[in-house]
């Protein structure tokens, strides 16, 4: 089965903060993708990043950074110093050999000026 | 990148009406593309996916009569609402996969349907 879990379902941060947004998946997939998903009030969803299950590579995008760990099933998200602009939910997804999405419940951050 | 839209971006109709929704891909031929819905503070949940030219696949749970979706051809995915009524109100979002090989979805920019 398939499956996201995003265990937190808010969080709060004063600007400049550090914050880590946790995801855990779960596939019988050898090959498949992890995506994070900025959903601002307007409701589109923003393409963060995209991950192949080969890549374990972390990755550092500005103020982004992401850890993809298969030995834990985690792909963690952190937004180093935290701005206003970075509130909104955020989700991660896995897509697998049947390119189907399954997004996690979303965490909504929120970053007090 | 490759873009999707969507129309309407909004509307509100009365109970017991119907109401039809567009998911383009604008510079991209999908063959299949994806409908979402998301009630308010929860996540995307997949309703059905469509493939160009064949009847959809419906997630267990979802009324394929009542969410009727057309996909006739490799660029426009249709999704219906007949009937309507207010426990459908709901952020619609569509998806369009390009067939690359990285499982990449383009996602439409949603319609918020609202009913009376």
């Known amino acids: 089965a398939q499956k996201v879990t995003q265990a937190q379902t808010e969080i709060s941060v004063v600007e400049k903060e550090d914050v880590t947004l946790d995801c855990v998946y779960e596939?019988?997939?050898?090959?498949?993708?992890l995506f994070w998903y900025k959903q601002p009030p307007s409701g589109e969803l923003v393409f963060l990043i995209r991950r192949n299950s080969f890549d374990e590579q972390n990755e550092i995008s500005g103020r982004y950074s992401w850890n993809f760990q298969k030995s834990t099933s985690s792909f963690n998200f952190t937004i180093t110093a935290s701005q206003v602009v970075d509130s909104a939910v955020y989700f991660c997804a896995l897509s697998g050999g049947e390119s189907q999405f399954y997004f996690g419940t979303g965490t909504s951050l929120t970053v007090i000026p | 990148g490759a873009v999707v839209s969507q129309h309407p971006s909004r509307v509100i109709c009365k109970s017991g009406t119907s109401v039809k929704i567009e998911c383009r891909s604008l510079?991209?031929?999908?063959?299949?593309m994806f409908w979402y819905r998301q009630f308010p503070k929860q996540s995307l949940m997949l309703m059905a996916t469509?493939?160009?030219?064949?009847?959809?696949?419906?997630e267990q749970g979802v009324e394929k009569d009542k969410f009727l979706i057309n996909h006739a051809s490799l660029t426009l995915s249709t999704l219906t609402v007949t009937s309507a009524h207010p426990e459908d109100s709901s952020f619609y979002i569509c998806?369009?996969?390009?067939?690359?090989?990285?499982?990449?979805?383009?996602f439409g920019p949603g319609t918020r349907l609202t009913v009376l």
């Open positions: 998806s369009a996969d390009s067939g690359g090989s990285y499982n990449e979805q383009f």
């Open positions: 596939t019988r997939d050898t090959t498949y993708y």
């Open positions: 510079d991209f031929q999908a063959t299949t």
């Open positions: 469509s493939n160009e030219g064949s009847k959809a696949t419906y």
